[in-house]
């Protein structure tokens, strides 16, 4: 196969792919996820790696809807409060790195929300007051690892490697959300532009 029809065969998949995992999206923790971050005082929102870089993107929409949205680790980000939203994703459930976050962020009664490709982990059966679960293979899953493996959860396969299908979806659903967002605030994309930042 040449690297033309290796183009054509791997974009038709990812994009049979992340249809795939938009119609498995659990409608009612969707409408939970929305609601969260309509009646949050301030958000907060985390990922590392890959899933960070979409998160970030995420965190300038809810800018550009007018919510008080803090990227957690930037030094300009205010303390956390009972009435604030932590919004992480953690596409394990569990990642080492969260722990101590959760656990902090747990003690300063703000609500906890996981956008996750694995409800059962532990992070998330322990700390979550709601969850987005987005049936999409994450790194280290050990089910896409081993194809054979029991899992525990239903998700869709890729022929991407890595977490690759996770993180490009957590992209395209947080812009989903967003102008889901949008509506549910009255509010029109000019009203978003005009909270875009206006000194480029």
Same mark, same amino acid.
């Given at each position: 196969?040449?690297?033309?029809?290796?183009?054509?065969?791997?974009?038709?998949?990812?994009?049979?792919?992340?249809?795939?995992?938009?119609?498995?999206?659990?409608?009612?923790?969707?409408?939970?996820?929305?609601?969260?971050?309509?009646?949050?005082?301030?958000?907060?929102?985390?990922?590392?790696?890959?899933?960070?870089?979409?998160?970030?993107?995420?965190?300038?929409?809810?800018?550009?809807?007018?919510?008080?949205?803090?990227?957690?680790?930037?030094?300009?980000?205010?303390?956390?409060? *009972?009435? =604030?939203?932590?919004?992480?994703? @953690?596409?394990?459930?569990? %990642?080492?790195?969260?722990?101590?976050?959760? $656990? /902090?962020?747990?003690?300063?009664?703000?609500?906890?929300?996981?956008?996750?490709?694995?409800?059962?982990?532990?992070?998330?059966?322990?700390?979550?007051?709601?969850?987005?679960?987005?049936?999409?293979?994450?790194?280290?899953?050990?089910?896409?690892? *081993?194809? =054979?493996?029991?899992?525990?959860? @239903?998700?869709?396969?890729? %022929?991407?490697?890595?977490?690759?299908?996770? $993180? /490009?979806?957590?992209?395209?659903?947080?812009?989903?959300?967003?102008?889901?967002?949008?509506?549910?605030?009255?509010?029109?994309?000019?009203?978003?532009?005009?909270?875009?930042?206006?000194?480029?």
């Amino acid at each position: 196969m040449n690297y033309i029809e290796s183009y054509q065969e791997l974009t038709k998949s990812i994009v049979a792919e992340h249809a795939a995992v938009f119609e498995r999206l659990d409608m009612a923790q969707l409408d939970a996820f929305l609601d969260e971050i309509l009646k949050a005082k301030h958000i907060f929102v985390y990922g590392t790696g890959r899933e960070g870089i979409s998160m970030r993107g995420f965190a300038m929409r809810l800018a550009h809807l007018g919510k008080a949205a803090y990227w957690l680790m930037d030094d300009t980000t205010i303390g956390m409060h *009972e009435g =604030d939203l932590f919004l992480l994703c @953690d596409g394990r459930g569990d %990642v080492g790195i969260h722990r101590r976050i959760v $656990e /902090q962020a747990s003690r300063t009664g703000a609500r906890i929300a996981f956008i996750t490709g694995l409800p059962e982990g532990n992070l998330v059966k322990r700390f979550a007051d709601c969850i987005l679960f987005v049936h999409s293979t994450v790194y280290l899953d050990a089910g896409h690892a *081993e194809p =054979d493996a029991p899992r525990q959860h @239903d998700v869709v396969e890729t %022929v991407q490697p890595m977490g690759n299908q996770f $993180e /490009q979806h957590i992209y395209l659903l947080m812009d989903v959300i967003a102008i889901l967002l949008k509506d549910r605030l009255g509010m029109t994309y000019e009203d978003m532009e005009a909270n875009h930042r206006n000194i480029e």
